[in-house]
């Protein structure tokens, strides 16, 4: 059997690419237990979200704009900092983690250690996407960006606020230690 592809049979060339595609993620993981599949699953997703919010800007004759200018990508820096660390490690929303994670103790002031419960899989990497801020910062970004395109407003409105409670805990933080140390 060649490597080319066979063009009278594709289901022949599906099978092909597939047997390529675990060939690769076999040497990849040396062993390991790495959920390839749940990530291509995961990255799919993203692509899939990303299109969709294309289309839907262009449906409703939205372009991104030339620039973004310094205040709205402070305010997204700060806003996706304070929403990623929420889906990641707020007690409030361990249920959205629950089905992926278990529960392991407190880490942070308000914040919570979890480990992915699943080994393998989607769940598995939905359970590392969901315990990570800095893995869901580039979906909140994402979205947060998409928002700019398809509703301005509100979006200001949102990473607005969100920079005030990440200033608020800021201030929360350095109100702490300034008690500590004068005690």
């Known amino acids: 059997m060649t490597n080319a592809p066979d063009k009278a049979n594709p289901l022949r060339t599906v099978r092909a690419v597939r ?3 675990e060939e690769q993620a076999s040497e990849y993981r040396a062993g390991e237990d790495r959920p390839l599949r749940g990530y291509v699953t995961l990255l799919s997703v ?3 979200g990303v299109g969709v919010a ?3 800007g262009r449906r409703l004759n939205r372009r991104a704009p030339e620039r973004v200018g310094p205040l709205d990508l402070v305010t997204l820096g700060i806003a996706t900092h304070r929403i990623s660390r929420t889906l ?3 007690a409030v929303t361990s249920p959205l983690r629950a089905p992926f994670t278990r529960f392991e103790g407190t880490s942070a002031p308000g914040e919570l250690a979890e480990r992915v ?3 393998g899989g989607v769940r598995h990497s939905v359970g590392e996407l969901m315990t990570c801020p800095m893995c869901l910062a580039q979906w909140v970004a994402t979205a947060l960006t ?3 395109v398809l509703a301005p407003r509100q979006t200001r409105l949102v990473t607005a606020a969100l920079t005030a409670v990440a200033g608020a805990d800021f201030l929360q933080y350095l109100y702490a230690l300034l008690q500590q140390a004068t005690e």
């Open 19 to 21: 047997s390529w595609a």
């Open 46 to 48: 993203y692509g899939a």
């Open 54 to 56: 294309g289309l839907v």
């Open 88 to 90: 990641a490690k707020d």
């Open 117 to 119: 419960r699943h080994h």
């Open 146 to 148: 998409a928002g700019l």
